[in-house]
């Protein structure tokens, strides 16, 4: 499985609510889409609600990119100054919401099989 294809998956994953925080066995999919370490940690972390999680994955992952967080929901863009947003993402917590920007657009950089 490629790298692109870990991060749909966890992407389709975190879109539908899984896996909830109490499932810390399942955090597999972080790990396949960012390796096992602090990024994967902190993508969980994210997914759980910790907006100081997803603000620090953010700037790892997408150094400089501005971005934008709601109750409605989140959106990133490497092209500063646009009125539309690049990568966005929609759920129940600003924090998942942006973690689900954050996988819209690393998903965009992974070339295409």
């Not at 603000?55 to 863009?77: F, K, R």
Request: glycine share 8%; net charge neutral; proline share 7%.
């Amino acid at each position: 499985m490629s790298k692109r294809d870990d991060l749909i998956r966890l992407r389709d994953a975190v879109q539908v609510g899984w896996p909830q925080c109490a499932d810390t066995p399942y955090m597999t999919p972080f790990y396949e889409a960012f390796g096992i370490g602090w990024i994967a940690k902190t993508a969980w972390d994210a997914n759980c609600g910790s907006l100081d999680a997803a603000l620090w994955l953010h700037n790892m992952v997408l150094p400089g990119w501005p971005y934008d967080i709601s109750n409605a929901g989140a959106w990133t863009d490497e092209r500063r100054g646009l009125r539309r947003p690049g990568y966005s993402g929609q759920s129940n917590t600003p924090a998942r919401a942006w973690l689900l920007a954050i996988l819209n657009a690393l998903i965009a950089q992974e070339v295409t099989p």
